[in-house]
């Protein structure tokens, strides 16, 4: 089978979407696929007549189309004139737009199908648009070497740095425990938000923990295994999430994790028995108590290593998506 896969210029920094994309077509690779990814510039989600006139050519021609949400539901005279022509046009909503929301619902209306990393996601989507066929695609997650951890305690924070993350609110629940021992590394990129990532620097200054938490920058390869390998905990606060493949990443590690209650990321934590928080104060106390509390370490730790042992691989990810792809929706 050949699939055209559009994916975003306009997202520089390694976010979830652009590593989900990446695993995705690697993976319907090994399974036997035929996969052109084709890098689409503009300035998505909307773009400029210019930015749709490229996408309306990245759309033809191809029978089998996969094209990431934030290029295409936008887009929708671009998604239904490529159907109209015989392309079969599939959707990758990586999370709902949050503006455009009529543009999004015709995109959807016109594309054979729908596929969301989650279930989270694929519930947004129908609550929003009523869309009724929605394929979820959880994220697979890759073996990974077990933590070591650390002494003192060492948290990790592996996000680009960016509002909804809300780093912010981590530096500041730290600072309510810095009477006891640990440190903790903020990782991810200052590309994506140089005003926001100058905020969390300066929030570290405030609170004098700068010989405590390690702003590192985008991390990969031996350097972030470095880290994952020092981790005894891992924080999300994404204040939305459609998944966080990052957690399952953790919990590969044998890490457990802390993450923001609401979103998509509670799925991804399923039932590791790490806690899920609602705010800076609430992940402050939670902190605390886990810092203090040798047992609940060990129960956490524990559960997290039990989860490395059942997370589904990518395999499963893009078997999902090519059975799909051969057996759409009426």
């Given at each position: ?117 989650s279930a989270h996601s694929a519930a947004e989507l129908r609550a929003r648009h ?88 985008e991390l990969t390869g031996n350097a972030l295994e470095e880290q994952w390998n ?101």
């Open positions: 089978m050949r699939i055209r896969f559009l994916v975003p210029g306009n997202v520089r920094h390694g976010s979830g979407g652009n590593k989900y994309n990446a695993m995705l077509a690697q993976h319907l690779t090994a399974l036997g696929a035929d996969v052109q990814t084709v890098v689409v510039d503009g300035d998505w989600p909307v773009g400029s007549r210019a930015d749709r006139i490229r996408l309306g050519e990245a759309l033809d021609g191809g029978t089998t189309v996969i094209a990431d949400g934030l290029v295409a539901s936008g887009a929708p005279d671009e998604i239904a004139g490529a159907a109209g022509k015989g392309t079969q046009v599939w959707i990758l909503s990586h999370m709902a737009l949050a503006d455009h929301t009529d543009l999004e619902a015709k995109s959807l209306a016109a594309a054979r199908g729908v596929i969301c990393p009523g869309t009724p066929d929605i394929v979820v695609a959880t994220p697979g997650a890759a073996s990974a070497e077990i933590s070591q951890g650390s002494e003192p305690k060492h948290l990790v924070a592996v996000a680009a740095l960016l509002p909804n993350k809300s780093q912010t609110d981590i530096v500041h629940a730290l600072s309510a425990v810095q009477d006891l021992p640990w440190t903790a590394a903020l990782i991810g990129s200052p590309d994506a938000d140089p005003t926001y990532a100058a905020e969390v620097r300066a929030a570290v200054e405030r609170y004098g923990l700068e010989n405590r938490i390690t702003v590192t920058g020092a981790a005894d905990l891992s924080v999300l606060m994404s204040q939305s999430e459609s998944f966080g493949m990052v957690v399952t990443e953790s919990l590969a590690h044998g890490v457990p994790v802390i993450v923001r209650k609401g979103t998509g990321a509670v799925e991804a934590l399923g039932e590791s028995g790490a806690g899920a928080v609602t705010d800076a104060e609430t992940l402050a106390d939670t902190l605390r108590t886990w810092l203090t509390d040798p047992s609940l370490q060990e129960r956490w730790r524990s559960n997290a290593l039990q989860a490395s042992k059942h997370l589904p691989g990518w395999d499963i990810t893009a078997d999902t998506v090519l059975k799909a792809l051969l057996n759409p929706p009426n």
